[in-house]
C-alpha cells in the first residue's frame, strides 16, 4: 500500500569525524552491512509504503546516484546546518512529511510507529538509549544532550547540555514527522525567527548565526513557544554511524552478532 507521505532525508554533511571513509563521498553514502546508509532508509521508507522520497545533498552530491529519487542542493553546506538543508527543498514542504538525518539506519517497524503518530509534530524517542550509548563510548556525557519528557511524552526540553545522566529519559534520534498543520507550524516559526535573527541575536540559539542553527535548537524553540512536540517512545531499533570508532563498533558487532541486541534490519 502506497502511503501518501513525503520522506525528506537531510544528507549534505561530509562526516569529518568519519574520515577517510568520506574523503571522497558523504557521510550517507558509506556502507554499513552491505549498503550505504542512505539505500538502508530508502528500503525502509518503501517497505512501508513511502514512495516519494526526496534528499537533500550538499559535499560530492554527484556521488548519489539513487533512482526514483528526488535530489535538492544545499549549495551552502559548509556553513549552515540541518534546519537550513531542509529549507532547500521549502517548494516540497507541505502534506504530511517524514525527516530523517542522512546518517543513521533504522528498522521499518520504528518508522510504522512513526507513522502511526497523529500528532501535529512527532519525534522518535530511544528509551534504551543508555546500553547504545555506553557500547559506543566509554563517556557518554562528552557526547550527549537533555530530553525530558513530561507523563504525556510530550518534550520539554530537547538538545541541551547536561551534567548528569538524569537529565536524559531518552535519546533523540534525528528522526520526526510533520502533519500538514505541523509543516505549516514549522514553516511559519522558521521564517520568523529568520526575521528575528537579521536584527537582533538569533533566537533559536544566541551563541551561533541563525544558519547554524542545530535541528535540536529549532525544535526546544518551538517548546518555548507552547508548541507540543510529542515523543514517540522506541527501545532500540536504530544506529547513528557519526564516527570511525562507531564503524569499527558496528563491524564488530555485526560479525559476532550482537549488533542484535541494537538493531534487526529484518524488523
Known amino acids: 500500500m502506497v502511503i501518501h507521505l513525503k520522506a525528506i532525508i537531510l544528507a549534505a554533511g561530509q562526516g569529518n569525524r568519519l574520515k ?3 574523503n571522497e ?10 549498503k550505504s546508509l542512505i539505500e538502508h532508509q530508502i528500503d525502509a521508507y518503501t517497505s512501508c509504503g513511502i514512495l516519494d522520497i526526496n534528499v537533500v545533498t550538499g559535499f560530492r552530491s554527484n556521488s548519489i546516484t539513487i533512482p526514483n529519487v528526488q535530489q535538492f ?5 559548509e556553513r549552515t546546518n540541518m534546519i537550513e538543508s531542509l529549507f532547500c527543498a521549502e517548494e516540497i514542504l507541505n502534506g504530511d512529511i517524514i525527516v530523517s538525518y542522512g546518517d543513521i539506519i533504522f528498522e521499518k517497524n520504528v518508522l510504522k510507529q512513526l507513522i502511526q503518530s497523529d500528532n501535529d509534530i512527532s519525534v522518535i524517542i530511544d528509551k534504551n538509549w543508555k546500553d547504545y550509548w555506553f557500547a559506543r563510548n566509554k563517556k557518554p556525557l562528552t557526547d550527549l544532550e ?3 519528557l513530561d507523563s ?13 545522566l538524569e537529565e536524559i529519559q531518552g535519546q533523540y534520534i534525528g528522526l520526526m514527522k510533520f502533519s500538514e498543520n505541523g509543516v505549516n507550524i ?12 537579521e536584527k537582533k541575536p538569533n533566537p533559536l540559539n544566541a551563541s551561533l548565526p541563525f544558519e547554524k542553527s542545530f535541528m535540536t535548537d529549532l525544535l526546544q524553540g518551538l517548546i518555548n513557544s507552547n508548541y507540543q512536540l510529542h515523543g514517540v517512545p522506541i527501545n532500540g531499533g536504530w544506529l547513528e554511524l557519526d564516527t570511525i ?23
Open 20 to 22: 577517510p571513509l568520506t
Open 25 to 34: 563521498k558523504p557521510k550517507c553514502m558509506v556502507e554499513l552491512f552491505g
Open 73 to 77: 542542493r544545499n549549495e551552502h553546506y
Open 146 to 148: 537533555s530530553l525530558k
Open 152 to 164: 504525556k511524552n510530550s518534550i520539554t526540553s530537547i538538545g541541551q547540555k547536561v551534567n548528569k
Open 186 to 197: 514549522l514553516k511559519d516559526f522558521y521564517f520568523k525567527c529568520k526575521k528575528i535573527s
Open 245 to 267: 570508532s562507531d564503524f569499527e563498533t558496528y563491524q564488530r558487532m555485526f560479525k559476532d552478532d550482537t549488533i542484535l541486541k541494537f538493531i534487526n534490519l529484518e524488523n
